[in-house]
């Protein structure tokens, strides 16, 4: 103890002369650590802030979602004696200008309709400030009132009070929508919003059987019920529904993975600036002791033990480490407070201060620090004065001592550890870590055989060359922990910059030769004839295909529930909710199956199945595996008769469920149907199905 104490009152005399030597270490464990810090701040504030609003961004405590079809009598009995209720149904739709003749601007909407007692929490925010029910009332001759964003009168030119026309019923504008509390729980938009009533809604025609419709009833428990009581009650007394039941807890289930996804991979990111950093600061460590040979050696040559010298620079070298992650832990904990002030956030954000991201950020620039400077001390351990003075005019080598290599290598475990423990994809975080850690031995590598081919090249005539040389392979040169810090940083912005390139490649240049020019949605049975004669009047159009599509839910495999079920995680998002299938006699010609067979046209037997491949090998399918679906609250049980490769970065018509016709062909669908036409032709296409087909949504 008493070396403890004599060690400490020298590292902090040390210090009183300030930073110096220590400059760059501090600076990159700093600049580390509010990388990390920063990130992980955000990241708590943006998921905090959705769950204190989660009763405003759902709707209710309880959100219970449906495709197709509401809640039965017996499910809103079960429901309403558990809570008030409040129910919408969310589609897409064409809205246009007046009363919808052939000159009329036209757009895509995303409409919702509500109840009266719609929300049951928050405001609808409108302009004028208006009650929301007399902003949707109907006058006596059957015009409805709506409200739209101002989004919708700007592409249409129209003002408030001015007409529009939603499938088969006028409506007039009441209010401009600037605040709609339910929003960001309805998933990504196409169109503007616009807010109708439910009997103004089934005026319109566009609810007919198939169409493509997501009721949602939204619940606000009774004070004596929970929300995961309601779940227990809700999947015992209706198992077989096919509803999804979102509550108050995760509001927004895609988006807090997104946010928990790009926190992990910013935090993976500022994990390597530390490393790079890390580098750094093991570097100006050896740098400091080069300064401090001569008073190691005087230490030691009356009568101070190894122990004792190395204690007095980890201590101070810790200190200062200290310093740095408290003073980068305190700039990323300022960060979301500056963002707050400085951007027009789209989520809620609860601007707080999360310490359990500062406690880990510290703990990473700690453990850094000890990882990266520890083998570096052992010298003031291991030398002799003879030769550390020696030292001063000619670097002797030296083997360090197990112990602090195992204490360096222990410290470099312990942050792996706790950064996989943390993450919320472990086992890719331990690939990402171990990608660095090859990373570093590469490079490390590199300057070795670097080093070699220099001390083995003719000695140049230039002396200039020679002693630029000479500096590289000396003893003691800092060229390894060079190359080392610059690869991994060059690499990590040369990987950012190509991911980014190829996202952008794919997206800008890939994607609008593959992808059709239009998608129409909710092409009815009875229309689909005409609508095949309207797209064939176009010369220019190609690739016309209409696919029926059904709405349904993958409920067991094997015959295990997939509650049950092991489901890798990269396949769960396809039980998640119901899925777009489809049903064909014949597999597109273009099907790219790798394992099983096609079922013949004529086929009328047994369901069967043909299957995504990925997501077949994450749920541990197999051709011949059972799949359970649940259509319209009807389970079918199907067989798998074989495998896909499914490319959804195309842009065309992509199913990972086609079954075989002969049951499913009878349940009530709609089509879903892709053209590609010429550049001019694309305006005169949109009229004339726009026109002609007013229930039919066009993308």
């Given at each position: 103890?008493?070396?403890?104490?004599?060690?400490?009152?020298?590292?902090?005399?040390?210090?009183?002369?300030?930073?110096?030597?220590?400059?760059?270490?501090?600076?990159?464990?700093?600049?580390?650590?509010?990388?990390?810090?920063?990130?992980?701040?955000?990241?708590?504030?943006?998921?905090?802030?959705?769950?204190?609003?989660?009763?405003?961004?759902?709707?209710?405590?309880?959100?219970?979602?449906?495709?197709?079809?509401?809640?039965?009598?017996?499910?809103?009995?079960?429901?309403?004696?558990?809570?008030?209720?409040?129910?919408?149904?969310?589609?897409?739709?064409?809205?246009?200008?007046?009363?919808?003749?052939?000159?009329?601007?036209?757009?895509?909407?995303?409409?919702?309709?509500?109840?009266?007692?719609?929300?049951?929490?928050?405001?609808?925010?409108?302009?004028?400030?208006?009650?929301?029910?007399?902003?949707?009332?109907?006058?006596?001759?059957?015009?409805?009132?709506?409200?739209?964003?101002?989004?919708?009168?700007?592409?249409?030119?129209?003002?408030?009070?001015?007409?529009?026309?939603?499938?088969?019923?006028?409506?007039?504008?009441?209010a401009v929508l600037t605040d709609e509390p339910d929003r960001l729980s309805g998933g990504f938009s196409l169109g503007p919003h616009v807010i109708i009533s439910q009997m103004a809604l089934h005026r319109t025609g566009l609810v007919v059987p198939g169409s493509l419709i997501s009721y949602t009833t939204h619940v606000?428990?009774?004070?004596?019920?929970?929300?995961?009581?309601?779940?227990?009650?809700?999947?015992?007394?209706?198992?077989?529904?096919?509803?999804?039941?979102?509550?108050?807890?995760?509001?927004?289930?895609?988006?807090?993975?997104?946010?928990?996804?790009?926190?992990?991979?910013?935090?993976?990111?500022?994990?390597?600036?530390?490393?790079?950093?890390?580098?750094?600061?093991?570097?100006?460590?050896?740098?400091?002791?080069?300064?401090?040979?001569?008073?190691?050696?005087?230490?030691?040559?009356?009568?101070?033990?190894?122990?004792?010298?190395?204690?007095?620079?980890?201590?101070?070298?810790?200190?200062?480490?200290?310093?740095?992650?408290?003073?980068?832990?305190?700039?990323?904990?300022?960060?979301?407070?500056?963002?707050?002030?400085?951007?027009?956030?789209?989520?809620?954000?609860?601007?707080?201060?999360?310490?359990?991201?500062?406690?880990?950020?510290?703990?990473?620039?700690?453990?850094?620090?000890?990882?990266?400077?520890?083998?570096?001390?052992?010298?003031?351990?291991?030398?002799?004065?003879?030769?550390?003075?020696?030292?001063?005019?000619?670097?002797?080598?030296?083997?360090?001592?197990?112990?602090?290599?195992?204490?360096?290598?222990?410290?470099?475990?312990?942050?792996?550890?706790?950064?996989?423990?943390?993450?919320?994809?472990?086992?890719?975080?331990?690939?990402?870590?171990?990608?660095?850690?090859?990373?570093?031995?590469?490079?490390?590598?590199?300057?070795?055989?670097?080093?070699?081919?220099?001390?083995?090249?003719?000695?140049?005539?230039?002396?200039?060359?020679?002693?630029?040389?000479?500096?590289?392979?000396?003893?003691?040169?800092?060229?390894?922990?060079?190359?080392?810090?610059?690869?991994?940083?060059?690499?990590?912005?040369?990987?950012?910059?190509?991911?980014?390139?190829?996202?952008?490649?794919?997206?800008?240049?890939?994607?609008?030769?593959?992808?059709?020019?239009?998608?129409?949605?909710?092409?009815?049975?009875?229309?689909?004839?005409?609508?095949?004669?309207?797209?064939?009047?176009?010369?220019?159009?190609?690739?016309?295909?209409?696919?029926?599509?059904?709405?349904?839910?993958?409920?067991?495999?094997?015959?295990?529930?997939?509650?049950?079920?092991?489901?890798?995680?990269?396949?769960?998002?396809?039980?998640?909710?119901?899925?777009?299938?489809?049903?064909?006699?014949?597999?597109?010609?273009?099907?790219?199956?790798?394992?099983?067979?096609?079922?013949?046209?004529?086929?009328?037997?047994?369901?069967?199945?043909?299957?995504?491949?990925?997501?077949?090998?994450?749920?541990?399918?197999?051709?011949?595996?059972?799949?359970?679906?649940?259509?319209?609250?009807?389970?079918?049980?199907?067989?798998?008769?074989?495998?896909?490769?499914?490319?959804?970065?195309?842009?065309?018509?992509?199913?990972?469920?086609?079954?075989?016709?002969?049951?499913?062909?009878?349940?009530?669908?709609?089509?879903?149907?892709?053209?590609?036409?010429?550049?001019?032709?694309?305006?005169?296409?949109?009229?004339?199905?726009?026109?002609?087909?007013?229930?039919?949504?066009?993308?």
């Amino acid at each position: 103890m008493t070396e403890f104490v004599l060690a400490l009152r020298l590292a902090v005399r040390e210090l009183r002369s300030g930073l110096s030597g220590f400059r760059i270490f501090f600076t990159c464990l700093f600049l580390g650590v509010a990388s990390i810090a920063a990130v992980g701040s955000l990241s708590d504030a943006f998921l905090q802030g959705l769950a204190e609003q989660g009763r405003v961004l759902l709707g209710g405590d309880i959100a219970i979602e449906l495709v197709h079809r509401s809640l039965t009598p017996d499910e809103r009995t079960f429901v309403s004696a558990r809570g008030k209720t409040s129910d919408t149904a969310a589609l897409r739709a064409m809205a246009y200008a007046g009363q919808g003749g052939t000159a009329a601007g036209r757009t895509l909407v995303e409409l919702k309709a509500v109840d009266g007692a719609y929300p049951l929490y928050g405001t609808a925010g409108l302009s004028p400030a208006i009650p929301l029910s007399t902003a949707l009332g109907c006058d006596k001759k059957g015009v409805c009132g709506s409200v739209a964003e101002q989004a919708l009168l700007d592409r249409l030119n129209i003002g408030r009070h001015d007409l529009v026309r939603i499938g088969d019923q006028v409506f007039r504008i009441s209010a401009v929508l600037t605040d709609e509390p339910d929003r960001l729980s309805g998933g990504f938009s196409l169109g503007p919003h616009v807010i109708i009533s439910q009997m103004a809604l089934h005026r319109t025609g566009l609810v007919v059987p198939g169409s493509l419709i997501s009721y949602t009833t939204h619940v606000k428990l009774n004070p004596d019920i929970t929300a995961a009581a309601f779940r227990r009650a809700a999947d015992a007394h209706f198992p077989d529904s096919g509803w999804q039941i979102r509550d108050r807890d995760n509001p927004t289930p895609g988006t807090s993975r997104f946010i928990r996804q790009a926190g992990m991979f910013l935090t993976l990111a500022a994990l390597t600036i530390l490393a790079v950093a890390g580098v750094g600061a093991g570097q100006s460590v050896s740098a400091f002791l080069d300064r401090k040979r001569d008073e190691i050696a005087t230490l030691k040559a009356i009568g101070a033990e190894g122990g004792t010298i190395f204690l007095i620079f980890f201590l101070q070298v810790m200190m200062i480490a200290g310093m740095a992650s408290v003073a980068g832990a305190a700039l990323g904990a300022a960060i979301p407070f500056l963002v707050e002030r400085s951007a027009n956030l789209p989520l809620p954000i609860a601007f707080k201060i999360h310490l359990r991201n500062l406690t880990l950020a510290f703990l990473f620039g700690t453990l850094s620090a000890a990882a990266f400077s520890l083998p570096a001390l052992s010298r003031t351990h291991e030398m002799t004065p003879a030769s550390l003075f020696r030292d001063i005019v000619s670097s002797a080598r030296h083997r360090s001592h197990w112990l602090y290599l195992a204490g360096g290598l222990g410290a470099g475990v312990i942050l792996i550890c706790l950064s996989v423990a943390v993450s919320p994809s472990p086992v890719f975080s331990a690939w990402f870590l171990a990608g660095t850690a090859g990373v570093v031995a590469l490079f490390r590598l590199t300057s070795e055989i670097f080093r070699f081919v220099l001390t083995r090249l003719p000695r140049p005539r230039f002396v200039a060359i020679r002693m630029a040389i000479a500096g590289l392979t000396r003893p003691g040169a800092s060229a390894g922990t060079v190359i080392v810090a610059l690869g991994i940083g060059l690499t990590l912005l040369a990987t950012v910059t190509l991911l980014e390139g190829t996202i952008s490649r794919e997206v800008d240049a890939n994607l609008p030769i593959t992808a059709p020019s239009f998608y129409f949605v909710d092409v009815q049975p009875g229309q689909a004839s005409s609508f095949d004669k309207t797209i064939a009047g176009f010369r220019s159009a190609r690739n016309y295909q209409r696919t029926p599509m059904i709405r349904g839910r993958i409920v067991a495999l094997n015959g295990v529930p997939v509650a049950r079920a092991t489901i890798a995680a990269s396949a769960r998002w396809a039980v998640n909710g119901d899925r777009g299938l489809t049903y064909a006699a014949s597999l597109p010609a273009d099907a790219d199956i790798v394992q099983g067979q096609r079922w013949s046209a004529n086929y009328r037997g047994p369901p069967l199945v043909s299957f995504d491949a990925e997501l077949a090998e994450g749920m541990g399918l197999k051709v011949g595996s059972s799949l359970t679906l649940n259509v319209l609250g009807r389970e079918l049980e199907t067989r798998i008769a074989n495998l896909r490769r499914v490319d959804f970065s195309s842009g065309r018509q992509n199913f990972i469920i086609i079954l075989s016709p002969g049951l499913i062909d009878q349940a009530p669908h709609s089509f879903l149907a892709t053209v590609s036409v010429a550049r001019d032709d694309e305006e005169r296409l949109y009229r004339a199905i726009t026109d002609a087909f007013p229930t039919v949504t066009t993308v």
